[in-house]
C-alpha cells in the first residue's frame, strides 16, 4: 500500500515535469524555471501537497546534486582547466568580483549577516553553464569569435565553484575560526590534490573506469562518483565538489562515454533536485520577496553584460560580440538553486530560499529569451555602423 | 593562407580562416565527432551568419568534392596556362610491363623528361603518387610534360 501510494505520487511528479519540458521546448525556453514551478505548486503551502513520497525526494534530489557536478565535471579535462585559468584569469576575476557583490550587498542591506551574504554572493555569481550552453548551440552562436572568451569564462567559474563550496560548506556549519580554517585548508588541498592527480595520473583512473561495456562503465563511475562524494562530505569539502572533482579526472574519449551514458540519469535525477528546492520553499514567501529578487536581477543582468564586455573586448572582439558575451552569461540556473538549497539545508535565513527562487526563476527563463530577442536588434545595429 | 585554431572547452577546435575574398570561414569539430561548417558576416566578422551541421558521412562527402575534382581542375588549368604543355591519360594495359610494379621503376621522368602527377583508380584520383606506389593493370595515370616526352612515357608504360 505505502509502495503504490508513492509510486503514484512520484509518477505524477515526473509526469507533470515531463508535460511541462515539453511546454518549455516548444517556447524556447529553458525548463528549469517550470520545474522550480512544479516544486512550488507541491508540498508545503502548494496547491498539491505531497504525502509519501518526500524522503525519496530529499534523498533523489541528492543524487542530483552529485550527478549535475559529476556531469559538468566530466565536459572539461584538467587541461582545458589550467589553460584557461592561465589565459583569463583576469576576466575570470572582474566576473567574481562583479557578480559576487551584488548577491552579497543585498544580504548584507536585508541584515541576513555575512553568512548568508557569502551564500547569496554564490547565487547571483555562477551562471548556469547549462543553459547558456544551449544558447550558443540553439542560436548558432557556437563558431562566433566571442564564443571561446563565453566558455573560457564559464569553466573559470566552475573551477572557482570547487574552491568556493568547501568554503561555503564550512562557513554554514558555523564552526569557529580557527577550526573553519583548517576546514577550508583541508578542503583546498584535496581540490589541489585531486587536480594534480587528474593531470598527472589521469590514466591510471581511467585505465580502472574503462570498460567496453557500458552497463560497467555507468556502474563504475557512479560508484566511484558517490564514493568520492561521500567522502568529501565527511572531509566537509561538500559532496558536490567531489564528484566535480571525479568528473575532472575523467577525461578524453572516456568522459565523453560516460557522459553520454550519464546525461539521462542526470536530467531525471536534477529535475527531481529542482522539485525538492521548489517543495522547501514555501510559494506564499516568494511574493514578498519578489521585488527585491526583481531588482537583484536586474543588477546581476548589468554585472554580467558588463563582465562580457570586459572579457571579450580584451580578447579583440568588436562591439555587438561583445553584447552577446555579455548576454550569453545572464542565464542562472543550477548552481545558484545548488547553492541556495546548501543554505536553506544549513538553516540559512528563512527568506533566502524564496529570495534565490525567484531570482533564478527571473533569470533561468528570462536569460535565454534575452539573447533570442536581442540578436536581431545586435544585427541591425552592426549593419549600421 | 593562416588557418587559425581555438580551444572550445566543452565542445571542441575550432580552425578557421579569411579566404582571397575577405570572407572568413570555419569548421567547428565538436567532441562528438559533429562538425559545423561556419560563415562568418559580412558586416559583423566575429558572428557566424551561417552554421551548417554536418554529420561524420556528410563531412567525408563534403571533402571528396571539395578535393578530388580540384586536382583535375588544376591539371586541366596548367595546361591551357603553359603553352606546349600537355597533359595526358594513359591506360595500363594489361599486358604492360610495369603493371604489378612500383611506379618508380619506370623512371619516367629521369628518361623522358615527363612527370606521373596523378593516378586514377577505381573512380578514385591519387595525387603525386611516391615512387614506391605500385601500379596495377587498369590504372590510368595522368602525365604531364611536352607532346614528345608525354608520348615516350606512354611508350614506356606498354613496352617498357
Redo the contacts between chains.
Sequence with gaps: MHTASIFIELGGIVLALGVLGALALRAGISPIPLYLLAGLAFGQGGILPLATSEDFIAVGAELGVVLLLLTLGLEYNADELVTSLRGNARGGLVDLVLNAAPGAAAALLLGWGPVAAVAMAGVTYATSSGITAKVLSDLGWIGNRETPVVLSLLVFEDLTMALYLPILTAILAGVSLAVGAVTVAIALATVGVVLLVALRFGRFIEAFVASPNSEVLLLKVVGLALAVAGVAQQLQVSAAVGAFLVGIALSGELAHEARALLIPLRDLFAAVFFVFFGLQTDPAAILPMAGVAGLLAVVSMATKLATGMYAARRAGVARAGQARAGIALIPRGEFNIVIAGLAVAAGAHPDLGPLAAGYVLILAAFGPLAARLVQPLIALVARRA | MEIEQ??????GL?H?FTTQSGRRI?V?SH??GRR?V?I??K??????CE?VQLNDEEADALVELLGAPRIVQRLNALHREVEGLVSVQLLIAEGSPYAGRPMGETRARTRTGASIVAVVRGGQVHASPAPDFGLMAGDVVVVVGSPESTAAVGDILSHG
Design positions: 581555438t580551444a572550445l572547452p566543452g565542445i575550432k578557421e570555419a567547428v567532441r562528438s559545423d561556419v562568418y558576416d558586416h559583423d566578422p566575429d558572428r557566424a552554421a
